[in-house]
């Protein structure tokens, strides 16, 4: 069957669930190696307009014809985080001590950094699994306090609204721990030909936990590694994916030190195009040799230099955390953040490079996605690929699949609920908790996902 046919036979489609911005969203600096938070904490962050911003690339890429799909942001502030760290009393008295005693922790569990859906989990399309169900893994997140607090609720968004279990298989998390420090699909890609076509997954990690000492020589001198190889191959195991299936690739060490904390910073791989740059694997050619080998499709390397785009204007301008979506026609669409537009040699690369090129990149769609930038997430990192058949598609739970309604729904219902302006002194007030949960009890009803926060759950 060709691959036209496959596809058509069984209407295999990429979903990208984006996160919404949550009513918390600010500017704490709590990432460190992801340049753009370290040197925006502080900031006074505009969590409407961060919401909106969000919404419009969602319904704009919907309009456009790719199948859109939404995730709930999570609770916060985390109250019961502070809680277990052992703050008292209402949760009045909760945000106020930890205020006076622990700003830095009652940052941590305000974050919104749930919008990076990237992050939320790693996903194997059913065509890929031994049982023919897709797969989900939560990802630990264990590298930073405010992103460990996520993968339980992400567990539960991704349980209710992949509910099936005729169609869709969870995992457990992997051990919170540095061994198994696991960052979720923005490590991972699949390429292949067609959706519908059994694909190849790339793992990219930039440490090894159990190594020889020989391989800590080439490991990052300034940043931390987010993903460990042991991660990966747990992952790849559960998800039933072979050697045959798999490749693990090392990340620069060198471009992690420059900002690239993870993969998804410096290359984007859809179908058989992988557009990276130079210095996005340690041995690039070693990993391009194993991806020809293993895929059933001919690879079509998209290699960015770094004559044409160092790793700072990478880092600052995000080209790389841009979505590349298939058209119909087999051309593909980069969707970049208005901030390569400013770096002068990114767009140059853009239009004499990646769109002039003998490569299926027809067009390049800028967005404005600036409240999200400021803290480290693209376009890329605001979503989670899940290639849903068919039937697959049929069978989720709620209204998460993005229609105008929808679209009119949660803009109405970020308009009403959404700050314009939270400085890191606001954050103590209760009455952005209130005003957090109410929202949140509001959203679970508007997409008809059941009970997933903790404050729902009792
Ligand atoms: O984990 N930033 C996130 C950004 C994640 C981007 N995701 C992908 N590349 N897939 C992070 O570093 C900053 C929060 C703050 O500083 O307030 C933050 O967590």
Redesign the pocket.
Known sequence: MSGAANRSAYGVREVNFDGLVGPTH?????????V???S??GLVSNPKEGALQGLLKMKSLMEAGYAQGVLPPQQRPDIGALRDLGFSGSNHAVLTRAAADAPQLL?AVC???SM????AGTVTPSIDAPDRRVHFTPAN?Q??F??FLEPQTTGRVLQAIFHSEQHFAHHPVLPATPAFSD?????HTRLCGEYGEPGVHLFVYGRQAFGDVRSGEREPKRYPA?QTLEASQAIARQHGLSEAQTVFAQQHPDAIDAGV??N??IAVGNGPVLLYHEMAFLDEEGTLDELRRKMTTPLIPVRVPIEAVSLEDAVASYLF?SQLLSNPDGTMTLVVPSECQEREAVWRTVQDYLLAGNNPISDVVVKDVKQ?MR????P???RLRVVLSEAERAALTGRVLLTNDLYEDLTAWVNRHYRDRLATQDLADPKLAEESLTALDELTKLLQVGSVYPFQLG
Not at 183 to 187: D, H, K, L, V, Y
Request: charged content about 10%.
């Open positions: 600010n500017y704490s600096g709590l990432a460190v190696g992801n753009a938070s370290m925006h904490g940052r974050s919104a950094s990076w859906t990237a992050n997140l590298s930073s405010h992103r960052e979720g699909a923005a490590n987010r904390f993870h998804d910073v955390n999200s803290n480290g997430g693209g890329a990192c605001l």
